[in-house]
C-alpha cells in the first residue's frame, strides 16, 4: 500500500517554464513532508520542506505548497533550468522532529526541455 | 561542505555471505537513517538512530542488524544475503535539534551473485 502516491512518473517542461510536481498522501498521521533531487548513482538532495502547520514554504526558485484537506502538496520549479531535470522524490514524515524515518514517492522524472 | 560518507561504494558478495556497510554522518549530526532503493523503487525506510540508541524501525529484515557507535558512524551488517538484498544502500543523517531533514549519502551499491 503506497502511503505517498505521485501520479506522474514523468514531466517534461520547456526551460523557463513553471514546472508543477504533485504527490498524495493517506496517511492522517503524516505531518512534514519534504521534497528531494536525485541523479542517478547519486543520493537524494533535499530540495525543501513543509510542515503541516503551513500551507505554502519558498525557497528561491522552489516553492511547496500543501493542502492538508486533499492530503496533496506540490512543488514549483520557476523558472525551470536545465540543471533540473532529475528525478523527485516527494517524502513524508510522522513528525518535524523525532528520527522517523522518511516514507517516498516513487518519484517523477522531470526533463527539461532547451 | 562535509557530506554523508559511506563505504565501500560499491560490493559484490556472494548468496549466504555477509557485508557490512559504513556511514559516517555530517559532523555535529546525531540522528542516522538506513534506506534500501531496489531497482527503480522508491527508498525504503529500514532504521535509524538517535545519540547512538536505536530510534525507529522500518522494513528492515531480520537478518540485518545496525548499530551507531560513539563517534556517530553506524554500520549496517547484512548476513545469509539473498539476491534480492542486491540494492543501492543509503546512509543519511540529521542535524542537531533540527526538523526532520535528512541529508543523504551517495550510498553503497551492494550486488549479490
Known amino acids: 500500500d503506497q502511503q505517498v502516491k505521485q501520479n506522474s512518473p514523468s514531466l517534461s517542461v520547456q526551460e523557463g517554464r513553471i514546472s508543477i510536481l504533485n504527490c498524495d498522501y493517506t496517511n492522517s498521521m503524516f505531518d512534514y513532508f519534504l521534497w528531494y533531487k536525485k541523479y542517478p548513482a547519486e543520493g537524494p538532495t533535499f530540495l525543501i520542506s513543509i510542515s503541516s502547520i503551513k500551507d505554502k514554504n519558498e525557497d528561491g526558485r522552489f516553492t511547496v505548497f500543501l493542502n492538508k484537506s486533499a492530503k496533496h502538496l506540490s512543488l514549483h520549479i520557476v523558472p525551470s533550468q536545465p540543471g533540473d531535470s532529475a528525478v523527485y522524490f516527494c517524502a513524508a514524515s510522522p513528525s518535524g522532529g523525532g528520527a522517523d524515518g522518511l516514507t517516498f514517492g516513487k518519484g517523477t522524472h522531470l526533463i527539461i526541455q532547451p | 561542505a562535509a557530506g554523508v560518507i559511506q563505504s565501500p561504494r560499491h560490493l559484490i558478495k556472494e548468496k549466504r555471505e555477509t557485508a557490512t556497510l559504513k556511514c559516517y554522518p555530517i559532523p555535529r549530526h546525531d540522528t542516522v537513517y538506513w534506506y534500501q532503493q531496489g531497482p527503480g523503487q522508491d527508498p525504503q525506510f529500514l532504521i535509524s538512530f538517535y545519540e547512538k540508541m536505536q530510534s525507529d524501525k522500518g522494513s528492515i529484515p531480520d537478518r540485518f542488524s545496525a548499530q551507531q557507535f560513539s563517534d556517530y558512524h553506524s554500520e549496517l551488517n547484512m548476513s545469509s544475503l539473498e539476491l534480492g538484498d542486491s540494492a543501492l544502500y543509503f546512509c543519511?543523517?540529521?542535524?542537531?535539534?533540527?526538523?526532520?531533514?535528512?541529508?543523504f549519502g551517495p550510498g553503497t551499491r551492494l550486488t549479490v551473485l
Open positions: 543519511a543523517s540529521r542535524p542537531r535539534a533540527s526538523y526532520n531533514e535528512q541529508f
